[in-house]
């Protein structure tokens, strides 16, 4: 698989990665139960041996790092592993400052070192909370701190929309890679974020391919409550149909068509799945004119593209 740089950093990294929330905690439309701890390892080595050297976690994820640390570990060349930090509590929705910022982080940190068996972390994303990013002055200064210290060499944002993602871009030489969820129902960030991390020399990360399912063979399984969505998902798969390939195929393929953008993560626990959306990456771009058919489906109530809206699991 072809790797590229990451934005202006000097992580080369294959453009297809793996996200792997679902390894760890139960997730996506009927909260699927993440594998055994076997099969999850499998996996992740499986998705090494065929080329996938970006893989994604977090701190939240349950038992994802640990899962990743134990693939891994002793490999000679590893692939590079980017997790991510809260800037709250578990289970909480304010943002911690001052010395319980300090304290929350550095721990989280060390954490995330021991359970990925590691000296020091290739990217850390920050995490940010749905309801806004704040890049204090105290936050960018310990991050300056652990990057010096050896811990940490390049700081990333994981974001909502597109102001924090924008709110990211003002301080570029800190943060060297921004991560956006972008699928081809949520095509906002495109016409704004994307150009602006390019001229930045910004890395760029798409997440949400597959918009927790409603844009794969999981679309039939969403509520009446969310019906708009079901049916923007049901013209997407007319159009794949007509293609002759499923869903997921083109809603990963309609990702992989973004120029700027160097990874695009796709997030599974099954082998077959993960062999589909391989194969699917493989063949590369849309074509033109079903770039411009997937351009004209809107979704009226913009905050269904967001899954924290749904009231599901």
């Known amino acids: 698989m ?4 990451l934005g202006g950093t000097d992580l080369w990294v294959s453009r297809l990665g793996l ?14 139960a993440p594998p055994e701890e076997r099969d999850g390892i499998a996996l992740l080595q499986w998705a090494y041996d065929q080329g996938i ?6 701190a939240g994820y349950g038992r994802s790092e640990e899962l990743l640390g134990r693939a ?45 068996t590691l000296e020091r972390l290739d990217l850390l994303k920050v995490h940010a909370p749905a309801h806004g990013l704040f890049l204090s002055g105290e936050l960018l200064e310990l991050m300056q701190e652990l990057s010096s210290s050896g811990q940490v060499r390049y700081w990333g944002v994981s974001t909502y929309g597109v102001d924090q993602p924008l709110h990211a871009l003002e301080h570029a030489g800190t943060i060297r890679a921004v991560q956006v969820a972008y699928n081809l129902l949520d095509r906002g ?22 918009l927790k399912g409603a844009l794969s063979n999981r679309l039939n399984a969403l509520p009446q409550t969310l019906a708009p969505l079901r049916r923007a998902g049901e013209a997407a798969r007319q159009i794949a149909q007509e293609l002759g390939v499923s869903l997921p195929a083109l809603a990963l393929r309609f990702c992989a068509s973004q120029p700027l953008a160097q990874v695009v993560l796709v997030g599974t626990a099954d082998r077959s799945e993960l062999a589909g959306n391989l194969a699917a990456f493989a063949a590369g771009p849309l074509p033109e004119d079903v770039l411009g058919r997937i351009n004209t489906i809107e979704i009226e109530d913009q905050a269904l593209l967001n899954p924290g809206n749904w009231g599901i699991g």
Do not use: Q, W
Not at 2 to 5: G, Y
Not at 53 to 58: E, H
């Open 19 to 32: 996200g792997t929330v679902e390894l760890g905690l139960p997730y996506g439309i009927g909260n699927t």
């Open 72 to 116: 891994f570990a002793g490999l000679s060349s590893r692939p590079t592993i980017a997790t991510k930090v809260a800037l709250s509590r578990p289970g909480e929705d304010k943002l911690l400052r001052g010395k319980e910022l300090v304290s929350h982080i550095k721990k989280s940190l060390l954490n995330s070192l021991r359970a990925l």
């Open 2 to 5: 072809t790797e590229v740089r």
């Open 53 to 58: 050297t970006y893989f994604d976690t977090a």
């Open 189 to 210: 960030p495109a016409t704004t974020i994307f150009p602006a991390c390019a001229r930045a020399g910004m890395g760029l990360i798409l997440r949400s391919v597959f």
